[in-house]
């Protein structure tokens, strides 16, 4: 209950002054109560017994008689075991709702302005995309979404890995297939295929072998039939990747594609500039930069190479280059990469050196968003039925259908079109949310039977609490309709706790954020739903009494509006009917 700190924080300042302690922000001591029955803020005393020489409980009961007054009419206090508990009052939390009702996004405000670089999705072509990248689409698209809804200018980035030496062996393969008159679509319809038999052809012949280097040269060199061959490689891939974002439903366009090779003709200038800037080592031929307190495995200090010995660069040069770009070409203030676990010190050593080479400055963040593993129900890697890596395509295309299944059990007469629509809505929300819902830093189960279940923490459940409300106000609509609502009784303790969730919407969208954890509003919104699950079946909605239907109706109004935007928000359509 943010809402309600300052006027706590106010009469907590006269408690302060009163009880004889100086210099403290009471905002500092202001917490959630933890037992929720007892308030919605808590201040302990307990740390100031040993110098006031008085005991916690005394202390309390003391402060609680002095803030009273301040805030009549916003929270009732009470003391309890050393502690202050603050409950907002129901004229206060029915004139918030009133606010929160008529504010046009919902209490969520647009406070910042930064510049945004969110770093997602990002494969390779020529490969397929794998959980990981799954992962990375799914909760960069809600972070895009989130920084969006705060009012920040974003620039989305796919990072695609389309440059380097695998180039050279993938140009001479697609060369073969298409002599041996393969069509070169047909060629890369299976990527994961393709790229186990370029591998296979690498390792086992040596004159193929010979022939990727030279290759690789040409690509350097900027040959032309073989920069045609590249590009041919490179749409094609990207047409695979588009067809999974449209599946997904996320932001991401062609245009937002920004591969490594847009960075290759920097890369020269690049070392340059580090090289003017004296941060440059050398290290068997190679040269390196040594950004900090990393080490090998012998305990000696570990460089970032920022050119091989060979002359080649590496996958670090790349995102120094991209780094540059960013903060100067693009006016980034914020840099985010969404990018698996594994890469963690990648990405610390890469800041670390670019800060080093005054890429990026004081007034820049750069942020990994690193995220855990997917595994399967073994809690092996995540596999399938064949025991093969799982295709992206095939994987949504199955939550899509196990969400068929389960909507044609509960709607037999659905037509057709309808069906394909909600099954989409429902298959691709639940993979979703199982993904976004957990604390992304760890590694999580996919587990079909949980994410598509209509009870629990999961995806169905939220958007059938959505789908129920739209249907309770289309029930209204048909009745004689309500006058606008200035006030809210909220005398049922269900109404009550529904109405606290809604006010703490714009709260949980802030933490995540803060957090840069989807898993925030995830976490609210199923909270949100249990609240009206238990409101819609002990407070009848379509009563008698006008007034009273009057409030319910706006209640669940405003409930259905913020899980809208909430779902909006998890990057998750919200059907109108489920
Ligand atoms: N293509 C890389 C991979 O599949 C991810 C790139 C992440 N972004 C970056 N700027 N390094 O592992």
């Known amino acids: 209950m943010r809402d309600l700190v300052e006027p706590v924080a106010t009469g907590m300042g006269h408690v302060l002054s009163s009880i004889g302690i ?3 922000d009471p905002r500092s001591i202001i917490g959630d109560a933890t037992d929720k029955s007892h308030g919605d803020l808590a201040v302990p005393f307990h740390r100031f017994s040993g110098v006031l020489k008085r005991s916690p409980v005394d202390i309390a009961d003391e402060a609680a008689e002095i803030l009273a007054p301040y805030l009549v009419g916003i929270a009732n206090v009470s003391s309890k075991a050393g502690y202050v508990n603050f409950r907002a009052s129901p004229g206060w939390v029915s004139s918030r709702l009133v606010d929160i009702c008529r504010h046009p996004t919902l209490g969520v405000e647009k ?73 070169p679509v047909e060629a890369l319809s299976d990527l994961g295929q393709f790229y186990r038999e370029c591998r296979i052809k690498f390792d086992e012949d040596e004159n193929f072998r010979q022939r990727a280097r030279e290759r690789v040269v040409s690509l350097q060199a900027g040959d032309g039939p073989t920069l045609q061959r590249w590009s041919q490689l490179v749409d094609i891939s990207m047409g695979h990747f588009q067809e999974v974002y449209e599946l997904l439903g996320v932001l991401l366009t062609r245009d937002d594609v920004m591969g490594e090779s847009k960075y290759d003709p920097l890369l020269p200038g690049l070392v340059e500039q580090l090289h003017e800037k004296g941060i440059l080592e050398t290290n068997n031929g190679a040269l390196v930069i040594y950004p900090g307190d990393w080490v090998n495995r012998d305990g000696d200090p570990l460089p970032l190479i920022i050119r091989k ?47 080093k080479g005054g890429l990026i400055e004081d007034r820049h963040t750069a942020t990994h968003v690193s995220f855990g593993l997917v595994l399967g129900p073994d ?58 819902k957990s604390d992304r830093t760890k590694d999580y189960i996919f587990d079909w039977d949980k994410m598509l279940s209509f009870e629990g923490e999961t995806g169905p459940y939220i958007q059938y609490a959505h789908a129920r409300i739209n249907s309770i106000l289309n029930k209204e609509r048909h009745s004689q309709g309500g006058t606008e609502v200035t006030s809210f009784d909220l005398a049922s303790e269900h109404e009550m706790k529904l109405a606290r969730e809604v006010l703490k919407y714009p709260e949980a969208v802030d933490h995540a954020l803060a957090d840069l954890a989807p898993s925030r509003i995830c976490k609210h919104l199923h909270k949100m739903s249990q609240a ?25 109004r405003i409930t259905g509006r913020i899980l809208e935007h909430g779902l909006n928000m998890l990057g998750m359509d919200a059907p109108s009917r489920m």
């Open 309 to 355: 010995s060979d002359g080649g660069y590496n996958y670090a040069t790349t995102d120094l280059a991209c780094i540059s770009d960013r903060t100067k070409r693009l006016n980034a203030d914020d840099l985010i990469y969404v990018v698996g676990t594994e890469q963690k010190q990648h990405f610390e050593m890469v800041f670390a050196s670019a800060r």
């Open 379 to 436: 809690g092996g890697k995540l596999k399938s039925r064949s025991g093969e890596a799982i295709r992206l395509l095939d994987l949504l295309n199955e939550a899509i259908e196990r969400a068929s299944v389960a909507v044609l059990e509960r709607n037999p007469d659905i037509s057709k079109e309808d069906l394909k629509i909600l099954a989409r809505s429902i298959g691709i929300g639940a993979v979703k949310y199982s993904d976004l």
């Open 532 to 556: 009206f699950g238990s409101f819609y079946e002990n407070c009848p909605v379509l009563t008698e009494n006008k007034e009273i239907r009057d409030q319910r109706i706006e209640l669940c």
């Open 22 to 24: 100086d210099n403290l």
């Open 111 to 183: 406070a910042s302005q930064r510049t945004v670089v969110v770093d997602y999705s990002s494969p390779n072509i020529a490969k397929e995309m794998h959980v990981g990248h799954l992962r990375s689409t799914v909760i960069g698209d809600s972070l895009v979404r989130i920084f969006e809804a705060k009012g920040n200018r974003v620039i989305r980035e796919n990072h695609v890995g389309d440059w380097g030496t695998p180039f050279g062996m993938l140009i001479e393969r697609l060369e073969d297939l298409d002599s041996d008159g393969i069509d």
